[in-house]
T-cell receptor, first 113, second 114 residues
């Protein structure tokens, strides 16, 4: 049972354009969401997060949007740069009574120069 | 060191042998997590340690897998009688406290079972 789903295994975007990575979740108890970025042969690194009390969080070129009614979140990268090429993992956790962070399968982003 | 370290970085073993994977978390981090990533898959939660509390082992795939955390710091993940399907990247992460804290990941140990 995949509680966090990233249905697009890969995405290709031209440099300078917007990259939109999507994530769906099924557990309504999730109240904190994170995006991690992973380069080959390295561990994932934290990118941006959002609490369920918000619907948007922005950090430079990265913005995460949360639609609780649809149980959907997305990561927008604008403008995309070749160095953004990596695997992006969506993750979710339920703070109340739990800690466990559930990760999606990841989306590989290719930004073409 | 400033980050989470793991050793070995790569491990090749024969089916049926036991392996031990080590994780050194960031100093002062009370929470420690083990995940694995099989080829083409996402991060699969294995086990979680928080301070002196009993670990959450709910993600361990079989009783061949076990983990310890000594002195609230270093952790060892042991896989007994390895099988080919155990081949994966094993990732360790730590966070300051339990709960909704950013996790800091190590580079992983790439395990190949022949």
């Amino acid at each position: 049972d995949q509680q966090v789903k990233q249905n697009s295994p890969s995405l290709s975007v031209q440099e300078g354009r917007i990259s939109i990575l999507n994530c769906d979740y099924t557990n309504s108890m999730f109240d904190y969401f994170l995006w991690y970025k992973k380069y080959p042969a390295e561990g994932p690194t934290f990118l941006i997060s959002i609490s369920s009390i918000k619907d948007k969080n922005e950090d430079g070129r990265f913005t995460v949007f949360l639609n609780k009614s649809a149980k959907h979140l997305s990561l927008h990268i604008v403008p995309s740069q070749p160095g953004d090429s990596a695997v992006y993992f969506c993750a979710a956790s339920a703070g109340t009574g739990g800690f466990k962070t559930i990760f999606g399968a990841g989306t590989r982003l290719f930004v073409k120069a | 060191g400033a980050g989470v370290s793991q050793s070995p970085s790569n491990k090749v073993t024969e089916k049926g042998k036991d392996v031990e994977l080590r994780c050194d978390p960031i100093s002062g981090h009370t929470a420690l997590y083990w995940y694995r990533q099989s080829l083409g898959q996402g991060l699969e939660f294995l086990i979680y340690f928080q301070g002196n509390s009993a670990p959450d082992k709910s993600g361990l795939p079989s009783d061949r897998f076990s983990a310890e955390r000594t002195g609230g710091s270093v952790s060892t993940l042991t896989i007994q009688r390895t099988q080919q399907e155990d081949s994966a990247v094993y990732l360790c992460a730590s966070s300051l406290h339990r709960g909704q804290e950013t996790q800091y990941f190590g580079p992983g140990t790439r395990l190949l079972v022949l």
